[in-house]
């Protein structure tokens, strides 16, 4: 099952955190492969399979974000390693029927799927949604047919050949990232930056972010990774999305809440940085204390991986409305896939 997958995943990525110190970056700087895609279709993933993706990459170490089924790599001239394992999406369709005498006959898909529902029912013909489980690989998965070359390395020497000839320099933590330059100036909360402080935080009895003068910042990668972190703070404010009172609502304990919350700015902030081709190594989880309120959430809570992770892309989306040249290729609007959302009473189908 997914959820028994995300969950692992979530619990050995913390383990290393605190047991091994790990100072890897949550995402790696990927840019027009950020968004979770198709790499067939150029279809974005949404919701629960955006997030879930993106959590299996960062888990599996996947270098780039792009997915596709063994047919579909079939088509383009690849397939599948040996061995590797594929990963669950889900995605919503419909089955139609009418009752003939006491039994139920099933009808084809068109052109019911055209009709409105008073049509429907005028006809007697029940509409039911159910659930298609496809399994995806991702590109790193796959090798060329014939010359058995990787996918993984066909996307990295063009990705090298389009930032050459941009004069994009991924490396370079001093890059101006126009996007977030909007976002620091343009904000819904005030943003201030105080000379001299050593603190930054978002409050939000007085929905206002303090971050440290820039000059004190190693460089524009550390103040925008922060500056995102804060910024993604005040999206759960009761005028945004209510994320903060949702959490210290279920959550009575504070650190439990506070450990929640801290991981939803965490991952946030850091795909955006990865979306913009940035991928701080320091860019961590620093507090060992909301980490262990993390584990111990997590043992009460057998949902609480896919809240965080549905709470993070509700974040990265109320920033992309917003500011899209902030998130670069994360297409909040795509309707590609009929992924499901909240489909209630469904059939399961595989």
């Known amino acids: 099952m997914k959820k028994e997958q995300l969950q692992e995943m979530f ?26 895609t198709n790499y067939k279709t150029g279809h974005q993933y949404k919701n629960g399979n955006f997030i879930f993706l993106l959590f299996a990459s960062m888990f599996k170490g996947f270098s780039t974000l792009q997915f596709m089924t063994f047919k579909q790599g079939l088509s383009l001239g690849y397939l599948v390693n040996k061995g590797s394992e594929g990963l669950p999406v889900y995605f919503y369709s419909f089955s139609f029927f009418k009752m003939i005498n006491g039994q139920r006959k099933n009808l084809p898909e068109s052109p019911y799927n055209t009709w409105t529902t008073a049509q429907l029912n005028e006809a007697k ?10 399994h995806v690989f991702n590109v790193a998965q796959f090798s060329n047919v014939q010359t058995g070359e990787s996918l993984q390395t066909v996307i990295n020497n063009t990705l090298l050949n389009e930032t050459e000839s941009k004069g994009i320099i991924n490396s370079n933590p001093e890059r101006i990232l126009e996007g977030c330059e909007k976002v620091l100036s343009s904000w ?30 190693k460089n524009n990668e550390f103040f925008y990774a922060t500056m995102l972190h804060e910024v993604t703070h005040s999206t759960g404010h009761d005028i945004r999305t209510g994320r ?4 210290k609502e ?24 990865a979306s913009n081709n940035f991928a701080p190594e320091q860019q961590k989880i620093n507090s060992a204390v909301y980490l262990q309120g993390w584990k111990e959430s ?14 993070a892309y509700k974040a990265i989306s109320y920033i992309a409305e917003r500011f899209p040249e902030a998130v670069p290729y994360f297409n909040i609007n795509s309707e590609s896939h009929n992924e499901v959302a909240e489909v209630e009473e469904v059939e399961m189908v595989s």
């Open 11 to 36: 619990n050995e990525m913390l383990n290393r955190k605190l047991n091994e110190s790990w100072e890897k970056p949550w995402f790696v700087p990927v840019n027009k492969n950020s968004a979770v």
């Open 125 to 134: 013909i029940t509409k039911l949604p159910f659930i298609k489980i496809h």
């Open 188 to 217: 819904e909360c005030k943003i201030s930056l105080v000379p001299g402080s050593d603190r930054c935080f978002y409050s939000p009895i007085n929905d206002i972010i303090q971050l440290t003068d820039r000059p004190q910042f």
């Open 244 to 247: 903060i009172k949702k959490f």
């Open 250 to 273: 279920s959550y009575k304990d504070h650190k439990q809440a506070y450990a929640i919350e801290e991981l939803v700015a965490e991952i946030s902030s850091a795909f955006i940085m």
């Open 298 to 311: 997590l043992k009460e809570d057998e949902n609480l991986a896919f809240k965080v992770c549905g709470e």
